[in-house]
Antibody
Framework: QVQLQESGPGLVKPSETLSLTCSVSGGSISGNYWSWIRQPAGKGLEWIGRIYINERGKYNASLKSRVTMSVDTSKNQFSLRLKSVTAADTAVYYC????????????????WGSGTTVTVSS | SYELTQPPSVSVSPGQTASITCSGDKLDDKYACWYQQKPGQSPVLLIFQDDQRPSGIPERFSGSNSENTATLTISGTQAMDEADYYCQAWDITTGGLFGGGTKLTVL
């Protein structure tokens, strides 16, 4: 049974870079899209982007200029970097798996991490 | 950019049927899925590919997608179904997107 676990700093200063890692256990990082989603306190879910091994990431247009995602197959991990953060980036960040076999437009996230809270504050 | 619209709230009596809608332009040209999120928990996939249930999801949850509206139906609603529900789809231009979420109250 695949499990995901987010890790990274819980506090980031304004204008700095938010870096999170999602560790995949119980399964291979191959054969799936890997995604990041965030949720500000009391608000809805916001899709950040997805990535597949050896493909360029697809990102939310509103965040595209600041987001980079990557996959490390040797560590069975994938990562999110969000630069130039502001207080508006304060949220719970989730990583999630989407089956690649379903196809690029049949996109759904069937396994989620427990989420990690990131606060942007000086 | 493409958008998905959900009602902010829906109320239902225990044992009755709840319907939560998700609207988008020609939504039935895309695949819709649904998530349930309870307070302090991660979202859980309820429906994928418009009407498919993952293993372990109760049969009382069903989905459909026609023209501009996808619908999540909960038959015989239970108190434990009180939660936030989100629809989600993929748009070739926009990418992944979620509806704004619907708070289901069972009273």
């Amino acid at each position: 049974q695949v499990q995901l676990q987010e890790s990274g700093p819980g506090l980031v200063k304004p204008s700095e870079t938010l870096s999170l890692t999602c560790s995949v256990s119980g399964g291979s990082i191959s054969g799936n899209y890997w995604s990041w989603i965030r949720q500000p306190a009391g608000k809805g879910l916001e899709w950040i982007g997805r990535i597949y091994i050896n493909e360029r990431g697809k990102y939310n247009a509103s965040l595209k200029s600041r987001v980079t995602m990557s996959v490390d197959t040797s560590k069975n991990q994938f990562s999110l970097r969000l630069k130039s953060v502001t207080a508006a980036d304060t949220a719970v960040y989730y990583c999630a798996r989407a089956p690649y076999i379903a196809g690029p437009t049949n996109y759904y996230m069937d396994v989620w991490g427990s989420g990690t809270t990131v606060t942007v504050s000086s | 950019s493409y958008e998905l619209t959900q009602p902010p709230s829906v109320s239902v009596s225990p044992g009755q049927t709840a319907s939560i809608t998700c609207s988008g332009d020609k939504l039935d040209d895309k695949y819709a899925c649904w998530y349930q999120q309870k307070p302090g928990q991660s979202p859980v996939l309820l429906i994928f590919q418009d009407d498919q249930r993952p293993s372990g999801i109760p049969e009382r949850f069903s989905g459909s997608n026609s023209e501009n509206t996808a619908t999540l139906t909960i038959s015989g609603t239970q108190a434990m179904d009180e939660a936030d529900y989100y629809c989600q789809a993929w748009d070739i231009t926009t990418g992944g997107l979620f509806g704004g979420g619907t708070k289901l109250t069972v009273l």
